[in-house]
């Protein structure tokens, strides 16, 4: 199993443009969940989903839009980028139930 | 909602003494806390976790407590080694829709050898 996957791994935007990031797990957990982790900081929940075509927003969701077509896949779509979206964005998934979120290796995103 | 204060933000320790970190959470129908360890540059993994039905949970040199009454949980390091060098978080499950974490804000844990 790859576990959690993410691309891509680092990305420079300007002020303004617009990416996706893309996750995908093959564990075929029904929980994903989508984190920024600012410099020296904890992680904070930006959105998260509990099954296909469901989605909902964590702590932090200003800025971001999510999609959950498919089990396997939770992408991140962020519009008209900022300086303050720079960050290390992780995902993670996990089975149904409270228990170990498993995390993909994260994408350094830089917003100048 | 769910705030989870952690504590001391950093922490050295001689090689082979004991580390403690601590973690206060405020919703009380919390249910799941897992500790995860972060080195740099890399992702999150979980070293131990303790569900609110047991107070204590041990792990080789890693154990977890957990006081359901006093909302706090500790991760206790035994025999410190230059590689549990780490910052580590702590975390509270909301036992609601999705299960969601809240993380503490971390304590980078230094080993000087």
């Known amino acids: 199993n790859a576990g959690v996957t993410q691309t891509p791994k680092f990305r420079i935007l300007k002020i303004g443009q617009s990416m996706t990031l893309q996750c995908a797990q093959d564990?075929?957990?029904?929980?994903m969940y989508w984190y920024r982790q600012d410099p020296g900081m904890g992680l904070k929940l930006i959105y998260y989903s509990v099954g296909a075509g469901i989605t909902d927003k964590g702590e932090v969701p200003n800025g971001y839009n999510v999609s959950r077509s498919t089990t396997e896949d939770f992408p991140l779509r962020l519009e008209l980028a900022a300086p303050s979206q720079t960050s290390v964005y992780f995902c993670a998934s996990s089975p149904t139930g409270p228990g170990e979120q498993y995390f993909g290796p994260g994408t350094r995103l830089t917003v100048t | 909602g769910e705030n989870v204060e952690q504590h001391p933000s950093t922490l050295s320790v001689q090689e082979g003494d004991s580390a403690v970190i601590k973690c206060t959470y405020s919703?009380?129908?919390?249910?799941?806390f897992p500790w995860y360890k972060q080195e740099l540059g890399k992702r999150p993994q979980l070293i131990i976790d303790i569900r609110s039905n047991v107070g204590e949970k041990k792990d080789q040199r890693i154990a977890v407590t957990l006081n359901k009454t006093a909302k706090h949980f500790s991760l206790h390091i035994t025999e410190t080694q230059p590689e549990d060098s780490a910052v580590y978080f702590c975390?509270?499950?909301?036992?609601?829709?999705?299960?969601?974490?809240?993380f503490g804000a971390g304590t980078i844990l230094r080993v000087k050898s």
């Open positions: 919703d009380s129908a919390s249910n799941y």
């Open positions: 564990m075929n957990h029904n929980y």
């Open positions: 975390a509270a499950s909301i036992p609601e829709y999705g299960n969601k974490l809240v």
